[in-house]
C-alpha cells in the first residue's frame, strides 16, 4: 500500500515572499503520478500540478514548481511569489500509474494549511 | 466550475437515517470516485465505478453503497447513520480508456449527522 506524508500541518509565508511544502511517499510501485491539489476556505479541490514518475524534469506551472527527488521519494512544492489567494490547505497525493494510462485513486497526505499574510 | 456537479450541497440528518447522495460526472468521462474528507480520517478514498462497473474499493463502510447508472450518473448510499460520518463527500470523475489520469473533483456534499 502507499503512503503520503506531510510533515507540516501549519505554515505561513508573508506576500510575494516564496515557501515550500514538504511530502514524502512510499511505494514499491515504478509508475506512478504525484499531485499537489489546493483546497481554499470554499473546499473545493483544485488541482494545483502533477508530475510523471518517469518524468525526470520538474513540473512548473506559472508561480507553482516542484522538486521531485524520485530516489528520496520526496515531492516538495515551492510557490513563488506568494499572494493572499493562495491561503489555503494543500495536499500532496499519490496515484499508481497503469498500462492503459488511464486514471486509478488518489492516495492524500493529511495536508498543509498555508497562511499567506501581508 | 470542474465540469462535475453534486447533490445536494449540504445535508442534515439524524443517526440511523439513510441519505443518498448523487454525482453527474463531465461529460464523457467514464469513471467516477467517490472520496470522504472527514476531521478524523483525512481525505480517503471510497470507491471507484467505471462505465457501470465497480473498478476499485477502497475503505468503504458497509452500511455505504454506491452504483454508476447507464447514463454514467453515479449515487452514493449511507444507511444507519452514525455522528461519525459527518463529512464532506466529494464525487471525482475522469476520462477512462481514452486516457489522461486527471480527476476532476465536484463541490462536495457536506453531510452533517445530528
Known amino acids: 500500500a502507499q503512503t503520503v506524508t506531510q510533515s507540516q500541518p501549519e505554515m505561513s509565508v508573508q506576500e510575494a515572499e516564496t515557501v515550500t511544502l514538504s511530502c514524502t511517499y512510499d511505494?514499491?510501485?515504478?509508475?506512478?503520478?504525484l499531485f499537489w491539489y489546493k483546497q481554499p476556505p470554499s473546499r473545493q479541490m483544485i488541482l494545483v500540478i502533477r508530475?510523471?514518475?518517469?518524468?525526470?524534469q520538474n513540473a512548473t506551472e506559472n508561480r507553482f514548481s516542484v522538486n521531485f527527488q524520485k530516489a528520496a521519494k520526496s515531492f516538495s512544492l515551492k510557490i513563488s511569489d506568494s499572494q493572499l489567494g493562495d491561503t489555503a490547505m494543500y495536499f500532496c497525493?499519490?496515484?499508481?500509474?497503469?498500462?492503459?494510462?488511464?486514471?486509478?485513486?488518489?492516495?492524500f497526505g493529511t495536508g498543509t494549511r498555508l497562511q499567506v499574510t501581508l | 466550475d470542474s465540469g462535475v456537479t453534486q447533490t445536494p450541497k449540504h445535508l442534515i440528518t439524524a443517526t440511523g437515517q439513510r441519505v443518498t447522495l448523487r454525482c453527474s460526472p463531465r461529460?464523457?468521462?467514464?469513471?467516477v470516485y467517490w472520496y470522504q474528507q472527514s476531521l478524523d480520517q483525512g481525505l480517503q478514498f471510497l470507491i471507484q465505478?467505471?462505465?457501470?462497473?465497480?473498478?476499485a474499493k477502497g475503505n468503504i463502510l458497509e452500511r455505504f453503497s454506491a452504483q454508476q447508472f447507464p447514463d454514467l450518473h453515479s449515487e452514493l448510499n449511507l444507511s444507519s447513520l452514525e455522528l461519525g460520518d459527518s463529512a464532506l463527500y466529494f464525487c471525482?470523475?475522469?476520462?477512462?480508456?481514452?486516457?489522461?489520469?486527471?480527476?476532476?473533483f465536484g463541490p462536495g456534499t457536506r453531510l452533517t449527522v445530528l
Open positions: 508530475q510523471e514518475a518517469y518524468k525526470q
Open positions: 465505478y467505471y462505465n457501470g462497473e465497480e473498478r
Open positions: 471525482a470523475s475522469s476520462v477512462g480508456t481514452s486516457g489522461g489520469v486527471r480527476q476532476y
Open positions: 511505494t514499491s510501485e515504478n509508475n506512478y503520478y
Open positions: 497525493a499519490f496515484m499508481k500509474g497503469s498500462n492503459t494510462g488511464t486514471a486509478s485513486k488518489l492516495t
Open positions: 461529460s464523457g468521462d467514464l469513471s
